[in-house]
């Protein structure tokens, strides 16, 4: 087992890792050329406070897509999370998550392009009274209707790209990092963007969302999936509070739309891991960080909803994993029968604890026996054939 690494160590590795930044650059490049939706989203604002990874919302997408690769890749693993790995009760379910990216790895590619589209159409600036911001007229209503003001909320868009921009120019010393934060400190305009989810319900986003479904070649069952995660991912910031993260709405939303519940709820941890841990980081007084809880509380709500039923899924996995692990014994020649003829011992209970202290070894969890030179020479062969399959089927 590789050794493990806090979540912020692992995502400054994964943040500075280029091939997979040119990776994300490509793909939001390609798509924002074809879908001036995207574009749009691309260049919404958003402040400090919930997304200091970075100024807009292409910096929240490029990190989201830069984690997916990275999953895919096999650099980002979460059982290598030192935050995750902790969670010993927990391991069958990270372990499970992290194949799931990689199983339905177009379905969370058009979520990261999807999810946020409607920022754009739904952002509202608004800063506190004698404010710079409040001053230079960034004073929207909170609620927001859209076929109210348009024309403001399109002024003020433009507005507040070109303070930005202004702002960048005069700071040219300055880190992004520090731009953004200092821009937030001058000017206290928070940027907000209600009911943005449920807005992919709207004739536009859903035309662009059916656009997305098709290029990534996504089942009716799966897009179905994915509208409903879209629609209500808002929700999921309960997850960020222990005691408010509550799966049981979700579930009760798998069994009304006739989806499979444990399905749906791998979709909604997966979208919460990339969205609100990955793709966006929080600045405290300590620095930047990524709030890793709220995946650990999802965990713990999916447990919550049915203990047995968990227990049955862990229990069900093991004894695949059990007929899996037989299986490649008898193919690389390390079952009992097989081992009779190599070892030249006859079936009974001395047979019976030499094979399994030997088969326990070739999984590290016992020491290897020796049985002189040539035996152990054979035996080293098989091992390594059994390895070999190994990593075919798990890697």
């Known amino acids: 087992m590789q050794e493990s690494e806090f979540f912020d160590v692992l995502m400054r590795r994964v943040c500075a890792d280029q091939k997979f930044y040119n990776r994300a650059e490509a793909m939001l490049h390609a798509v924002s050329t074809v879908e001036p939706l995207v574009a749009d989203s691309l260049r919404t604002p958003q402040d400090i406070r919930f997304h200091a990874e970075g100024p807009f919302v292409s910096d929240h997408l490029r990190l989201i897509l830069m984690s997916l690769y990275a999953i895919q890749d096999g650099t980002l693993q979460l059982i290598e999370i030192e935050e995750l790995r902790r969670l010993k009760a927990y391991g069958y379910e990270i372990e499970e998550l992290n194949e799931f990216f990689k199983e339905n790895f177009a379905w969370f590619e058009a979520f990261a392009l999807c999810h946020d589209a409607a920022k754009w159409a ?27 003001d348009l024309a403001q909320r399109a002024r003020l868009r433009t507005q507040y790209i070109d303070l930005y921009k202004s702002f960048e120019r005069q700071h040219p010393n300055e880190s992004p990092r520090e731009i953004q934060s200092l821009f937030y400190l001058t000017y206290e305009i928070d940027v907000k963007y209600p009911h943005h989810d449920r807005m992919i319900h709207s004739p536009v986003y859903h035309t662009l969302f059916e656009r997305f479904v098709l290029a990534h070649q996504l089942t009716d069952v799966r897009a179905a999936m994915l509208e409903d995660i879209i629609s209500h991912h808002l929700a999921f ?87 899996q692990r037989n299986l490649l014994f008898r193919e690389a020649g390390l079952d009992g029968i097989s081992l009779m003829d190599v070892l030249q011992m006859e079936p009974g209970p001395a047979f019976g604890r030499v094979l399994k202290q030997l088969q326990y070894a070739v999984v590290g969890q016992a020491s290897m026996p020796s049985f002189g030179k040539n035996v152990d020479e054979e035996l080293s062969r098989r091992v390594g054939e059994f390895y070999k399959k190994s990593f075919k089927i798990g890697e």
């Not at 509550?246 to 069994?255: D, E, K, T």
């Not at 969205?275 to 930047?288: E, P």
């Not at 650990?296 to 695949?320: C, G, L, S, T, W």
């Open 237 to 323: 910031k309960k997850f960020a509070d222990a005691r408010t993260g509550n799966m049981l709405p979700f579930v009760h939303l798998a069994r009304v739309r006739g989806y499979d519940a444990n399905d749906f709820i791998d979709f909604i941890q997966g979208a919460i891991f990339l969205d609100f841990v990955c793709g966006s980081k929080r600045l405290s007084a300590h620095g930047y960080w990524h709030e890793i809880s709220m995946l650990v509380n999802a965990f713990r709500a999916e447990n919550d909803v049915d203990p047995m039923q968990r227990a049955e899924k862990i229990h069900a996995r093991e004894e695949q994993e059990h007929k």
């Open 122 to 148: 739904s952002v509202v600036f608004v800063a506190p009274e004698k404010s710079r911001g409040a001053e230079l007229g960034f004073n929207m209503k909170l609620t927001y209707e859209p076929d109210v």
